[in-house]
T-cell receptor
């Protein structure tokens, strides 16, 4: 079975540009999570969805960040405008239900904003 | 607000010896705990979990211990192998919630 698929794997962009990260969760999973990994804070939860509906976006750093899940098989995380401090690895993850279940991560999107 | 803390950023251990990774949490509502392992350039992968109704869970070389009164859990790897060299993340959640909160990770290096 295919795991969580993220694109792009690597992105280098200039400050001020819009960045869109994409995610395809595992089929049948009803929870989708966006995490960011930095050296200082480890893995931070940015936002998560249940059945395509955003449940908790309290981890989204600021208004420059937005996430959507138009259907059960696709989600985007957008940064507009991007800044150098947004440079990090962004992980998408999904799970089936939430009780006692683990979540499965994609391989991550490495973002560098110069 | 870091509710899950891994205070040791790195750990070096000799092959064949025991690796002990520690994790503390502050939210007493957490009732399900997990450890994830991460290799460079890959996403984290699930390693082992424990529910708050238990104080120990074992899976092969990996054992997780939970001390609810101290809000502390630990991961023991016995014996450590070179392939165990990775970053280990502790994570916690309320089982009734969807979201998982992670610690900052501990880099384990197993030396020959």
């Amino acid at each position: 079975d295919a795991g969580v698929i993220q694109s792009p794997r690597h992105e280098v962009t200039e400050m001020g540009q819009e960045v869109t990260l994409r995610c395809k969760p595992i089929s049948g999973h009803d929870y989708l999570f966006w995490y960011r990994q930095t050296m200082m804070r480890g893995l931070e939860l940015l936002i998560y969805f249940n059945n395509n509906v955003p449940i908790d976006d309290s981890g989204m750093p600021e208004d420059r960040f937005s996430a959507k899940m138009p259907n059960a098989s696709f989600s985007t995380l957008k940064i507009q405008p991007s800044e150098p401090r947004d440079s990090a690895v962004y992980f998408c993850a999904s799970s089936r239900g939430h009780t006692g279940n683990t979540i499965y991560f994609g391989e991550g999107s490495w973002l560098t904003v110069v | 607000d870091q509710q899950v803390k891994q205070n040791s950023p790195s750990l070096s251990v000799q092959e064949g010896r025991i690796s002990i990774l520690n994790c503390d949490y502050t939210n007493s509502m957490f009732d399900y705990f997990l450890w994830y392992k991460k290799y460079p350039a890959e996403g984290p992968t699930f390693l082992i979990s424990i529910s708050s109704i238990k104080d120990k869970n074992e899976d092969g070389r990996f054992t997780v211990f939970l001390n609810k009164s101290a809000k502390h859990l630990s991961l023991h790897i016995v014996p450590s192998q070179p392939g165990d060299s990775a970053v280990y993340f502790c994570a916690a959640k309320r089982d009734s919630w969807g979201k998982l909160q992670f610690g900052a990770g501990t880099q384990v290096v197993v030396t020959p």
